[in-house]
């Protein structure tokens, strides 16, 4: 069946360091691609998505890029902030259309 | 425009008793989601409803679980009895539908943390 995984945490960075969040996926047929992030105390926010290959997902400076032939949507950022701290959770929702299958999170802390 | 409802937030309750978790959608959501999230896994999807029909039940533990959403807006979601394995966050989550069928992005509310001792 579809599944993700992506790196396992903590990550531990100072502020403005860059940020690479590795996300592998499999699936069949072309899947969509999403980022969530979830701060502290509060539910699960979109932070960006990609529907087709090479795409490329971008918000609040995070981007990702949709890539098919390494099934593989990471998640970058060029200079993190404290206020990044939060969960990042990759996911997919498969051609069929309504399930979504999230990876196990990847929890960031960013130092000042 | 408010997001997605839940009560309670917390719930402590011991193993065997019963225990029910309300969500409200976001206002003309037709699509409403339960999640569970055991701590350091990702969110797992329970139960889907589209209106007041059940899309996705298949990892629903029936003989434990139950979800409704009698009116097509808001929904409950019961644990009878817990079991220490049911501790985890339950999350709800709603979306609309676009005018092909394909589901738009999904709205999270807070969720509310069970812990069965």
């Known amino acids: 069946g579809d599944s993700v995984t992506q790196m396992e945490g903590p990550v531990t960075l100072s502020e403005e360091a860059c940020l690479t969040i590795?996300?592998?996926?499999?699936?069949?047929?072309?899947?969509?691609l999403f980022w969530y992030v979830q701060y502290p105390g509060e539910g699960l926010q979109l932070l960006l998505k990609a529907t087709k290959a090479d795409d490329k997902g971008s918000n609040k400076g995070f981007e990702a890029t949709y890539r098919k032939e390494t099934t593989s949507f990471h998640l970058e950022k060029g200079s993190v902030q404290v206020s990044d701290s939060a969960v990042y959770f990759c996911a997919l929702r498969g051609t069929g259309g309504f399930k979504t299958i999230f990876g196990a999170g990847t929890r960031l802390f960013v130092k000042a | 425009e408010a997001g997605v409802a839940q009560s309670p937030r917390y719930k402590i309750i011991e193993k065997r008793q019963s225990v029910a978790f309300w969500c409200n959608p976001i206002?003309?959501?037709?699509?409403l989601y339960w999640y569970q999230q055991i701590l350091g896994q990702g969110p797992k999807l329970l139960i889907q409803f589209q209106n007041n029909g059940v899309v996705d039940d298949s990892q629903l533990p029936k003989d434990r679980f139950s979800a409704e959403r009698l009116k097509g807006v808001d929904s409950t979601l019961k644990i009878q009895p817990a079991k220490l394995e049911d501790s985890a966050v339950y999350l709800c989550a709603s979306s609309s539908v676009t005018d092909r069928g394909a589901y738009n992005e999904q709205f999270f509310g807070p969720g509310t943390r069970l812990t069965v001792l």
């Open positions: 590795n996300c592998t996926y499999t699936a069949t047929g072309y899947p969509s």
């Open positions: 206002s003309g959501h037709a699509t």
